[in-house]
């Protein structure tokens, strides 16, 4: 099974048993605040892990299970997806963590390590982020990995800010 390796992170793979990790984080008002699905209930949860399971499948990556090693806990996800932004098919990094593990670095050291598998693993050319402006912690995180604003735009009826960065 596919997994990546940080300094306190695993990325791996989903599996269909980790809704039961995945499910608290993703009910969280807090963690979803600023997502345009809003909180998810169990079953919406396991809807997304069967489409990041169908994303490996189709594209060889997806949004991977942060796991925090010194806890073996599942406390999150991140990775890379494909969307369509402006009507192109786009590939986004995103992530969600539990908010116990806020504030540590975590959500940075995972993107961080998602971006350098997809340049390198992938060749990718580029990458994008979709943030909320009002999301002053993505948004941190977002420059701390070098993407830069493009533009703004409208995402599932929100105005969104996209950052990219290129492979160079």
Not at 31 to 54: H, R
Not at 116 to 133: A, C, H, R, S
Not at 135 to 152: G, H, L, P, Q
Not at 159 to 168: M, P, R
């Amino acid at each position: 099974m596919f997994s990546i390796e940080t300094k306190r992170l695993i990325l791996r793979e989903f599996q269909q048993k980790d809704v039961h990790q995945l499910a608290p984080i993703l009910v969280n008002p807090q963690v979803m605040k600023f997502s345009p699905t809003g909180i998810l209930s169990a079953l919406q949860t396991q809807d997304k892990i069967d489409n990041f399971i169908t994303s490996y499948k189709t594209f060889g990556f997806g949004k991977w299970a942060v796991i925090f090693k010194e806890s073996n806990q599942l406390i999150g996800y991140c990775g890379i997806a494909i969307e369509q932004i402006d009507n192109v098919n786009e590939r986004e990094i995103g992530y969600r963590l539990d908010p116990n593990f806020w504030g540590k670095g975590l959500a940075t050291e995972a993107a961080s390590a998602t971006i350098q598998y997809g340049f390198e693993q992938f060749k990718f050319p580029d990458i994008i982020g979709i943030v909320n402006p009002a999301n002053t912690a993505s948004v941190r995180v977002i420059e701390k990995i070098r993407m830069k604003y493009e533009k703004s735009t409208i995402f599932h009826g929100r105005e969104i800010y996209i950052a990219f960065l290129n492979d160079t």
